[in-house]
């Protein structure tokens, strides 16, 4: 007699496995996604305090200028990108700000100044639904027309709740 499996067998357990890694698959891709909002949403915590430390130290918001103020690591251009950014934070505070957990075109980062350097918006398109968008520090207004100096993907974005915009600003 031979010892062994049989095809029929073998293909059998093959389809459960197959079963199984697909079910788990599909209910972690949920997950991944939470987690990368919850990084979104504490990456831009974290920014806005290094945004608020440099305004502290120059007087005005990365972006603008004020003449008054004159320390040498204040940067007085709007940043191009959020490269530029993350330079003139670094410079100013010592500070290094991250990029998207995805760092796709459709999930950027954005930051835009007032035209008076007094305040700023900064943002990022959520993937899923999130209580986070209820929280009283978000901005929930979709019209960021006006004067503003803006910098990354913010065309494509915007504040609105039903957008999945999260945004926090001064």
């Given at each position: 007699m031979r010892k062994g499996f049989t095809l029929i067998e073998l293909l059998v357990v093959i389809a459960i496995i197959a079963i199984l890694a697909g079910v788990v698959l599909t209910g972690v891709t949920g997950f991944q996604a939470n987690a990368r909002d919850t990084k979104r949403v504490g990456d831009l915590k974290n920014i806005q305090n290094n945004i608020e430390l440099y305004f502290s130290r120059c007087g005005f918001y990365p972006g603008?200028?004020?003449?008054?103020?004159?320390?040498?690591?204040c940067n007085t251009t709007n940043p191009a990108d959020w490269g530029d950014l993350?330079?003139?934070?670094?410079?100013?505070t010592g500070a290094r700000i991250p990029n998207d957990p995805t760092a796709t075109t459709t999930q950027d980062y954005f930051y835009g100044v007032s035209s008076d350097n007094l305040s700023y918006v900064l943002g990022a398109k959520l993937e899923k639904p999130n209580r986070v968008l209820e929280d009283s520090q978000e901005i929930d207004s979709s019209d960021l027309s006006g004067s503003w100096e803006w910098t990354g993907a913010h065309d494509a974005l915007s504040c609105d709740d039903d957008n999945l915009g999260y945004c926090v600003g001064s």
């Amino acid at each position: 007699m031979r010892k062994g499996f049989t095809l029929i067998e073998l293909l059998v357990v093959i389809a459960i496995i197959a079963i199984l890694a697909g079910v788990v698959l599909t209910g972690v891709t949920g997950f991944q996604a939470n987690a990368r909002d919850t990084k979104r949403v504490g990456d831009l915590k974290n920014i806005q305090n290094n945004i608020e430390l440099y305004f502290s130290r120059c007087g005005f918001y990365p972006g603008g200028f004020d003449a008054a103020a004159t320390p040498p690591t204040c940067n007085t251009t709007n940043p191009a990108d959020w490269g530029d950014l993350d330079g003139t934070l670094n410079e100013a505070t010592g500070a290094r700000i991250p990029n998207d957990p995805t760092a796709t075109t459709t999930q950027d980062y954005f930051y835009g100044v007032s035209s008076d350097n007094l305040s700023y918006v900064l943002g990022a398109k959520l993937e899923k639904p999130n209580r986070v968008l209820e929280d009283s520090q978000e901005i929930d207004s979709s019209d960021l027309s006006g004067s503003w100096e803006w910098t990354g993907a913010h065309d494509a974005l915007s504040c609105d709740d039903d957008n999945l915009g999260y945004c926090v600003g001064s």
